[in-house]
């Protein structure tokens, strides 16, 4: 009887799908309705998106993993409000497992700043234990080459974190690019297009221009182009969002668009549900 209700079950799917266009008239061979309704729901698109945890930052580590799962998202990058720089071997182990037992997959760290190369040596050694792929980092100039000899001593990318307006290090993709673009080619960059934008900056040039050592994108939007500009939800500000979108698609893309939102720190659930979404609707009318 089982068998039975399962083959009714699968015809209705197949007849529902046949019927919205997906199924075609001819067969090369036996497809059942669930191969096509996979086929026809995978993504058209090779990134994955993601939560940077700064965006849960007055919020616990177990609630940060709760409301991106709320958001459906399965991928995080932790910032040291979530799992201290200086943590022990036994509260990274926990905090992994946490993930883990989530079902989100904890890609790297950030933003961590290195001022010494003690800081820098500290990173490593953190993301080494945490199993991160990448450190969204800032560190000083002079430290470059002493951070590409750890990226080759760990297997770990560094991708530096621009800051817009005012930051005298890195203040677009740009100026970190000049930096690294003839160092290992580990070394790359963590692209934040809402403080590309308030620099005047077009995010999707730049991610074209650069985008040979683009490593992570922190997704966000902004009220306005220039320093004044803040974080807004996603489709209300002034960044182009299909455009960009449209421009990581054509790249081919293959890491994480992660969304930083550093709105309404103490409520961030609405304002960040309603960003996934509109990323989401853009990315149905683009594939």
Not at 130 to 150: Q, T
Request: overall charge positive; some cysteine.
């Amino acid at each position: 009887m089982t068998n039975k209700t399962n083959m009714k079950a699968d015809r209705r799917e197949f007849l529902k799908l046949s019927g919205m266009g997906i199924v075609s008239t001819a067969f090369p061979s036996i497809v059942t309705a669930s191969d096509i309704k996979k086929k026809a729901t995978a993504p058209k698109y090779s990134f994955r998106l993601g939560i940077a945890s700064y965006s849960f930052r007055q919020f616990s580590l177990d609630d940060a993993l709760k409301m991106t799962k709320r958001l459906n998202i399965d991928n995080i990058s932790l910032k040291d409000f979530h799992l201290k720089l200086d943590a022990s071997d036994a509260e990274i182990a926990e905090a992994v497992q946490k993930c883990k037992n989530a079902g989100i997959r904890l890609y790297g760290g950030g933003v961590i700043y290195m001022n010494t190369t003690e800081e820098v040596d500290r990173a490593f050694e953190y993301a080494r234990k945490a199993g991160m792929e990448i450190i969204i980092g800032v560190p000083k100039h002079e430290l470059l080459p002493y951070v590409e000899k750890k990226v080759q001593q760990f297997n770990i990318k560094l991708a530096i974190h621009n800051h817009g307006p005012g930051d005298k290090n890195y203040p677009s993709a740009e100026s970190a690019y000049e930096k690294i673009k003839d160092m290992d080619s580990r070394m790359g960059l963590c692209i934040d297009i809402g403080h590309t934008a308030r620099i005047k900056r077009d995010p999707s040039q730049d991610i074209r221009k650069y985008y040979d050592r683009v490593f992570d994108v922190h997704i966000k939007d902004v009220t306005r182009a220039d320093e004044t500009g803040s974080t807004c939800e996603i489709g209300r500000g002034i960044i182009d969002i299909p455009k960009f979108l449209r421009e990581v698609i054509r790249l081919q893309y293959t890491g994480i668009l992660a969304l930083e939102f550093e709105k309404d720190a103490n409520d961030p659930l609405p304002g960040m549900a309603e960003s996934i979404g509109y990323i989401k609707g853009v990315l149905a009318g683009l594939v």
